[in-house]
């Protein structure tokens, strides 16, 4: 029986082993159109790049636009003035720092007219008319800004910028630009008691409608400007004619509370300001590691503890630069490119020849990320179920990142904590196995820059609890331990399917812009 | 003028490498070249000729799509082949594991001698016979007989056991020995 059967191989093999015969017509057409419809999915995926690239710009166009949009805003929005019905854009500085007025805005008449006021002031600075020589504290008393605040007998008071400003028993100031109200010292009636300079309140602006000049209230940025309830101030008995034509061309009205909380937000430190933007430059040292699970998909003889035991995450780490822009005092969202570098080493193993997919016979290794296939330059024919002995192997991933994330902070003092959460777009930018395979005395490196079954892409969540601490006035130190997870495999068709988590103390220098 | 064998190997690989560039009518002319001899080996891996068309189809496609990898060390002739089993390898494991379940304890077993049987079997019942195998002993047969593959290497190849591999071969044998004795009663009658 034995020997009949062995004869059935002859027969066949002897028989079969030179047929040929040709397909038929259609399957030169259709390898024909295949290969056609190939080429368009190739310069398809080719495009592919460029349309990222442009959508990347394109939202990079759109926040410069935000904030170029919302820059102005605040430039020009709340200094507008609405006295009798006429926008004048006299402008009081808002963004600026340590309450240095922007430059005016004005057009050749109102700029006439403000130079009647500053003529109109020095003019009048009759003693006895005003009790704004008793009010303004000597230099040394002057608040750190060129702005001051004057007050009639009445108690009424302007606000002016203070450029040359001699305290002789009269005020005399020489060239006011602009109203705007501003901290400063005040004295009271009586003239023993000068009140240190405060800043301005809600409340401190409300009494300026009673006359009354509080001593002991501060002053603060009203948070809320529609709040601000500002009567009508008439302008003061000691202007000319044309002056108060000016002072009421200003309308210090409760329509232009803006003109007040300009001044007011000049007090303001910028870095607390909504719409402002910083940027930190940081780098984080990372523990990484992977949630494995199997991927019943692939009938592969690897598995996820198998995997598990062979590999072993090194120091990896994640570098970049986030752009912070401020929502309000307590929110921030954060973005920006961040550089991740996980490296895994394999312990050695024996790598088993099988056919690729192109149907090369090739070593292949099964990696957390993808898999791999290895062709040693000695051993470039095998046939499969041919083994080789892998001593040692290492594995790198590397990731731009994109973060957008929401962050909530509480100051007090020098000293933020700050809460974050958000999502990522990772980018793969190189996946690399490298080996060792064993040749007797001379072993080979080999080293495999495509790992197949490895996504372009993959989200990650994002969250750190972290703090700041501020060195100057626009540089600070930040600390944020923050947590990484992946919300979908980063790989695809391999033998496991591989979430990335990781866990990194970022350290890094942020600067106010 | 005399054709050397270099010249010959100088042409074919000018022929690859415009079909490395894309050209389809090169890549036409190395279809006409393995096309036969590939969908001989497509036919004995598939259960018709429609299938071993299909074989052959995603075959060729896979070839001229990976013919920057070849290396020009070996047999081109053996690479494209490599390519052709991948395929039916791949399409047996798309396809259903349900198969038929062949009762091969009946099968009646005739003696006859080979060189006997091959003057009275054609080529095409010869490959009838293997089509109409189980696609899983189809598949064994066709690795050891055909490709020289080992068991160890067969049961890696198609993730089955070496015993199963073993088992598969050896059911394939006892039909296709009865399909032969059949065929030769069958011829007997006639003569």
Sequence with gaps: MDKDLHNIEELFKSGLGDHEEMPSVKV???????????????????????????????????????????????????????????????????????????????????????????????????????????????????????????????????????????????????????????PASIKKNNPEKTRPFKPLTNNSVALVQNNAVPVNEPFSLPRQLSFISIEKINSPDFLSTGTKKIWESLALTKNTSSVVAAAAASVKKKQNQPGSFSITGFFSPDRASYRLENDDQNNQPANANQIKKTEKHEVSSTSGIFVDYRLNNRWSLQSGVTFSNTNISIEPQTLYAQADNAGDIKYRVNLSSGYAYILPTFQSNPVIGDSVYASAAEHKLRYLGIPLAAKYNLTKGKLSVEVMAGAGINILTKGKFETEIQRGVNNEIDIIDNIQGLKSIYINGLAGIGAEYKVTKNISITVMPTARFAFMPINKGAVVKTFPNSFGLAGGLKIKL | MLVTQTDILEQFNHLIQKCMEGNRLSQNQLYKLFAPKMFAVCLRYAKNREEAEEIVQEGFVQVFKSLKNFRYQGSFEGWIRKIMVYCAIQQYRGKSKMHPVVNIEKAEVEEADNDDAMAQLSKKELLKMVQALPPAYRMVFNLYVFEGMKHREIAELLHISEGTSKSNFFDAKVILQKAVSNSLKVAKQNY
Aim: neutral net charge; proline residues 3%.
């Design chain 1, 28 to 182: 030169w057409d259709a390898v024909d159109n295949r290969l056609d419809k190939d080429t368009v999915v190739a310069i398809k995926k080719k495009y592919k790049t460029w349309k990222r690239l442009s959508l990347l710009l394109l939202l990079l166009l759109v926040g410069l636009s935000i904030y170029e949009i919302n820059n102005r805003y605040n430039n020009t929005g709340i200094a507008k003035t609405n006295g009798n019905g006429t926008d004048k854009e006299i402008i009081a500085g808002n963004n600026n720092n340590e309450g240095q007025p922007n430059k005016n805005t004005v057009s050749s008449k109102e700029q006439a007219d403000i130079n009647d006021i500053n003529n109109d002031i020095t003019v009048n600075t009759i003693p006895g008319k005003l009790t704004a020589d008793k009010s303004i504290p000597d230099n040394d008393v002057l608040p750190q800004s060129d702005n001051n605040l004057f007050t009639d007998k009445s108690g009424k008071y302007f606000i002016t910028n203070k450029k040359n400003i001699q305290v002789d028993g009269n005020a005399i100031v020489n060239t006011p630009a602009s109203f705007q109200v501003f």
